[in-house]
T-cell receptor, first 111, second 116 residues
Framework: KQEVTQIPAALSVPEGENLVLNCSFT??????LQWFRQDPGKGLTSLLL?????REQTSGRLNASLDKSSGRSTLYIAASQPGDSATYLC??????????FGPGTRLSVLP | NAGVMQNPRHLVRRRGQEARLRCSPM?????VYWYRQLPEEGLKFMVY????????ESGMPKERFSAEFPKEGPSILRIQQVVRGDSAAYFC??????????????FGPGTRLTVL
């Protein structure tokens, strides 16, 4: 059964810093991995989707990498801004299972 | 090009009442997923539906919960005889037909259910 963890659980950084969020999964037989952000009291916004055959995806200041063999994905945020403050979730789709979400990393970017 | 729509956004029920949550997928999407987010917990998969079919309900509680996605109209998540432990945010997601199950999912804003 797939299990997904995320570290750190919370992160507070000054504006302008580059930062890395980590996602780990136990079963490497995945179909894809998706990163989301969730603002307080809101729904989820899809950020990046990485298929199992891909190594990374980029969108603006965001870059997500995937290493299936080690069961890891990282989300890199360049030049962080206060508007990036949110909870970041990774979700893994495994064969024969539905999306399993990690508990999230709560990011606070201080002006 | 509207996204995934959910209503109501907030729902208050007393113990023992029924709750009906609605989800309209994005245009052209025929796969719907329901998730529950309990306070201070992560999202948990509940059920995956296609039009008129329940594909996977492995995450649904065995009693009081049911879901449908009729040929016409929105998907409905129904909770009978609600209890305080049902208080949570319920999210719906949809994905397009091509390649089915493992496509990118697009989420609605959620329905926040409070049981008094």
């Amino acid at each position: 059964k797939q299990e997904v963890t995320q570290i750190p659980a919370a992160l507070s950084v000054p504006e302008g810093e580059n930062l890395v969020l980590n996602c780990s999964f136990t079963d490497s037989a995945i179909y894809n991995l998706q990163w989301f952000r969730q603002d307080p009291g809101k729904g989820l916004t899809s950020l990046l989707l990485i298929q199992s055959s891909q190594r990374e995806q980029t969108s603006g200041r965001l870059n997500a990498s995937l290493d299936k063999s080690s069961g890891r994905s990282t989300l890199y945020i360049a030049a962080s801004q206060p508007g990036d403050s949110a909870t970041y979730l990774c979700a893994v789709a495994s064969y024969g299972q539905n999306f399993v979400f990690g508990p999230g990393t709560r990011l606070s970017v201080l002006p | 090009n509207a996204g995934v729509m959910q209503n109501p956004r907030h729902l208050v029920r007393r113990r023992g009442q029924e709750a009906r949550l609605r989800c309209s997928p994005m245009k052209g999407h025929s796969h719907v997923y329901w998730y529950r987010q309990l306070p201070e917990e992560g999202l948990k998969f509940m059920v995956y539906l296609q039009k008129e079919n329940i594909i996977d309900e492995s995450g649904m509680p065995k009693e009081r919960f049911s879901a449908e996605f009729p040929k016409e109209g929105p998907s409905i998540l129904r909770i009978q005889q609600v209890v305080r432990g049902d208080s949570a945010a319920y999210f719906c997601a949809s994905s397009p037909l091509a390649s089915g199950h493992y496509n990118e999912q697009f989420f609605g804003p959620g329905t926040r259910l409070t049981v008094l």
